[in-house]
């Protein structure tokens, strides 16, 4: 392969040679192309990924109960910190926490659940589907997961 900078062309060339019975055959592929202006490299900024599953809570009319669901919070760009979570919009009768907050993000790959929602459905709870939001904090960086819980009868 060679450049030549006066007519900004980039020749390149391979080569096969290949023996077949004590005789050497030979190929030469050629191409020549226009050289382009250098490219930067694609660098992503430091940041995080935040991921937790779509909520489904079973409601029990004889008690409360209990359901965890994983929150997955990775690194970009070599981003290092800790993410502090909140939910907001929980409907009545339910109520949620987590069970690590602030939050490391996952160190291995794929990202493994750094913590846990914990949603609590009391019998109270009316029956439906409800958006709510779960928002990461990190610095001047911030994530909103806009998900959903169902409460079925």
Known sequence: MRFNPRTRKLVLASAIVAVAGGAIASSVNAATTTASPPVAPLVKAPDFSMHLPRLRAAHLRTGGKTIKYAITLASIGGYSGVVTLS???????????????????????????????????????????????VTGLSGSLTHTFNTAVEIFP
């Not at 990202?111 to 459905?121: G, K, N």
């Open 87 to 133: 939910a907001n919009g929980l409907p009545a009768g339910t109520s949620g926490s987590f069970t690590v907050n602030p939050a490391p993000l996952s160190t291995t790959v794929p990202p493994s659940p750094t913590s846990y929602f914990m949603l609590t459905v009391a019998p109270t709870a009316v029956p439906g589907t409800y958006p709510f939001t």
